[in-house]
């Protein structure tokens, strides 16, 4: 009788090497999503040779800074988390990558994760039909959930304490999202604009300490 022994990451079921092997072979990166009991995080990986490289990465606890105060392991979260790092992709201009979830099964979370990051611009294969709807992204399920037990104050205190102990009623989930998704979209857009103003000032500086040379020359 011949005794195999498989990898630790095959019994753990974290890596497919299969998978693992056409990623290094066609040199294109890839995004990997883990979802934890507290949270979740998200990262751009690029396969060399020598060892994969993270050109990007995003966790959860990073939505606190744009006043997330929701769950940070919930659809809705997934959904920004990958925002957020489709957002730091474009910014390092990585334009196209594809989801590796090794020999994990595929949940509803990583799919939001997997919208974030492609309403965020980043471009991935997939079918439109295995994503969440947008109610559920906007975590309208949950808002429904909190006014049904409403009616009974004990258990509503009860079920959604972690909410309510940081400010936020679960009845405004939707429209708390909306807020921060636009905080991360536009937090972009204020960097774009402070980074274009500073290469300006700098182009309009070294042009004018051109022509006082030049001025200066000619004397």
Request: overall charge positive.
């Given at each position: 009788?011949?005794?195999?022994?498989?990898?630790?990451?095959?019994?753990?079921r974290k890596t497919n090497y299969r998978k693992?092997?056409?990623?290094?072979?066609?040199?294109?990166?890839?995004?990997?999503?883990?979802?934890?009991?507290?949270?979740?995080?998200?990262?751009?990986?690029?396969?060399?040779?020598?060892?994969?490289?993270?050109?990007?990465?995003?966790?959860?606890?990073?939505?606190?800074?744009?006043?997330?105060?929701?769950?940070?392991?919930?659809?809705?979260?997934?959904?920004?988390?990958?925002?957020?790092?489709?957002?730091?992709?474009?910014?390092?201009?990585?334009?196209?990558?594809?989801?590796?979830?090794?020999?994990?099964?595929?949940?509803?979370?990583?799919?939001?994760?997997?919208?974030?990051?492609?309403?965020?611009?980043?471009?991935?294969?997939?079918?439109?039909?295995?994503?969440?709807?947008?109610?559920?992204?906007?975590?309208?399920?949950?808002?429904?959930?909190?006014?049904?037990?409403?009616?009974?104050?004990?258990?509503?205190?009860?079920?959604?304490?972690?909410?309510?102990?940081?400010?936020?009623?679960?009845?405004?989930?939707?429209?708390?999202?909306?807020?921060?998704?636009?905080?991360?979209?536009?937090?972009?857009?204020?960097?774009?604009?402070?980074?274009?103003?500073?290469?300006?000032?700098?182009?309009?500086?070294?042009?004018?300490?051109?022509?006082?040379?030049?001025?200066?020359?000619?004397?």
């Open positions: 009788m011949v005794y195999t022994s498989t990898f630790r990451r095959i019994r753990e693992r092997e056409k990623l290094l072979v066609g040199k294109k990166d890839f995004v990997t999503v883990n979802v934890s009991d507290q949270n979740i995080s998200a990262q751009l990986i690029r396969p060399e040779l020598l060892g994969d490289k993270v050109m990007a990465s995003v966790h959860s606890n990073e939505l606190l800074s744009y006043g997330w105060k929701g769950s940070r392991k919930n659809i809705p979260s997934c959904y920004l988390v990958g925002l957020l790092l489709g957002k730091k992709c474009l910014q390092k201009k990585i334009s196209s990558a594809i989801l590796y979830i090794g020999k994990r099964h595929f949940t509803t979370k990583i799919a939001a994760c997997l919208k974030g990051l492609s309403e965020a611009g980043l471009e991935l294969p997939f079918s439109e039909s295995i994503l969440p709807s947008e109610d559920r992204i906007q975590g309208n399920h949950i808002a429904d959930y909190a006014k049904k037990l409403k009616a009974n104050d004990d258990v509503y205190k009860s079920r959604f304490s972690s909410n309510l102990g940081s400010g936020l009623e679960p009845e405004k989930y939707p429209s708390h999202f909306s807020e921060v998704k636009d905080k991360i979209i536009h937090d972009k857009a204020e960097k774009e604009k402070e980074s274009e103003k500073t290469t300006k000032t700098t182009i309009k500086s070294k042009s004018k300490s051109k022509l006082s040379k030049k001025k200066g020359d000619s004397k």
